[in-house]
């Protein structure tokens, strides 16, 4: 039905309209007061949800942009870096530090599975041997959140720096940028931050930007010293997207008086919902382990037999909402609902009876109703 | 006056309504038909706009980050570059080639005047020297246009790959990029294209892409070729500002509506009518010769010892009209008048009045209606 698509997949994530409007305002000039006192308040509201006493630095990029410039602005051609990798996106910050020369090691582990912290200690035996660990919290492709804290922890310890993507994490769960020590915390606007995309953020620790100061890794856009330097008299060292920081102002606004702890109890429960739904459904989570499974979205296996792009298109077609397939070897093998950002209760209703109307459609037998029973018992 | 602030800078630009209310929508998926339909659109329409049959890359960032992607994919570490300077912005190349590790060799002209293209032919003499030249078509900061027709008919005779800086002269004058056989053509879209910041768009020529498949720069987000590759599927290679992707087409829609012929014939008219209204009201137009205004900003001097930015201040204060500054050494010596993008016979007149009462009242002589009787004139 015209105009009636709804976004459950895990980026772009749904709009509020109090955002999506304050988009349609003329921009104003970038290098005025009015718009310096914009970005101070929005610059204050990025600490409160990052949780740090440290810079967040916003830039006009998307989410893939904010990593290159922490790695960039950390990192120096040659140096040594310890990547984590258990699915798409940590597999492409494996990519992006080999492109900029650094001497990468991969520990890798199976998709669909937490890396082991244990793993992560053993390869940092010995102090000192990596500049840096990347490692991507919430692993969007496999729907897998990593354990972070322990990690970071170990991290700490060897004396590297952290590189954490955090793009589909921040906003939906813990990522406490001071408490846990984390040095470089990327993400992008079309997340949990509830708006378009279009804007990459980047949180800095005092360890970060010793950093920063000394790594030689030509760099221009990306250079993070730049934004610092600007941000000293609250504007940008580039043009910046006025009018999607006009929308970020107005989203973290809404999250500041939902609270921290809320929103990420929200993110909690929508994920257990889900998981149990599609249980409730015959269906299983392709994350078996239930403290591995990601607060922003669920990965579903559909029923043997079954192409999972064929139920999402049939969810797309009959009941407007669009759905996440799988990338690279899971293409067309699982579904992924996001449950991220703007979601309320009734999303996640919706969309279970949407996962059990399609089932129906293709002829497989389910309990009626049970999807959305197991979802308000959750819920409740 | 409360939301009556009107914008005659060189950027951001005056917005239609149109294409304002466009970005209130909500994003849809970017990995679907629908957006692939748009960027199908947009990117026919792009070429349009560029007078080109080549590739023409839209990439979520600003104008520095499409002329960093520009110089990263077309050059290699250590290669010998020609870069010509006459104001902020091409300093800012020059910076940026540096730091990239390219071998900089500077042509300066004085702020204000526009490069002799004599000497840029002299520079050439000897085929082979340089693999690029980078050139600043409009330089925003003095308000000057250099002379590109025959400047790029000399790197080509030299053998080497032009990148041009065309942010401020795309959409406000001629830019042919295959007539001109020009290789990177970088834009920003809060310039002649009627909209807000945060989109960068690069044109590429077929011996571009022989200089990107070949060139060793390290590069990620700006390597176009992942844009090159993606744009065969209608798509982007990171998530793109959907929402600003739908402002893009709504307002290409326009310009072409309009036609390119009228467009570049509106800013002519708009750039002699300021110029001639300043004069009929006793002020030195910056850039002396008329041939070298840019299209797109004008720059004026205030009477003696007049402070520039008070002139400005009483101009937003009285008349809700937001003018541009001086940078660097022109800080409060000139005020720039945009007439660049969404601009109509109204707005010049506007402005020429609202020059003519800061002078007033900063009890300044003026024959009462001179600049306005000047541009009448001029625009009839």
Known sequence: MQDKGFLMIPGPTPVPESVLLSMARHPIGHRTKDFSAVMEDVTEKLRWLHQTKGDVLTLATSGTGAMEASIVSALSPGDKVLVLVNGKFGDRWAKMAKAFQCEVTVLSEEWGKAIDPEQVKEALATPGTYKAVIITHSETSTAVINNLEPIAGYIQSHGALSIVDAVTSLGATQVPMDDWGLDFVATGSQKGYMMPPGLGFVGVSAKGWEAVEKSTMPRFFFDLLKYRKSLKDASTPFTPAINLIYALQIALGMMQQ???????????????????????????????????????????????????????????????????????????????????????????????AAVEGALRELGHDVAPGAGVAAALKLLD
């Open 258 to 352: 939902e609270g921290l702890e809320n929103i990420f109890a929200r993110h909690h429960r929508h994920k257990g919902a889900v998981r149990a739904g599609a249980s409730a459904l015959g269906l299983a989570n392709y994350v078996a382990e239930d403290k591995a499974a990601a607060p922003a979205v669920t990965a579903i296996l559909p029923p043997e037999g079954v192409s999972a792009d064929k139920m999402r298109g049939i969810i797309k077609k009959r009941y407007d909402i669009a759905l996440a397939g799988g990338q690279d070897q899971l293409k067309d093998k699982i579904f992924r609902v996001g449950h991220l950002g703007f979601v309320c209760d009734r999303d996640v209703l919706t969309v279970l």
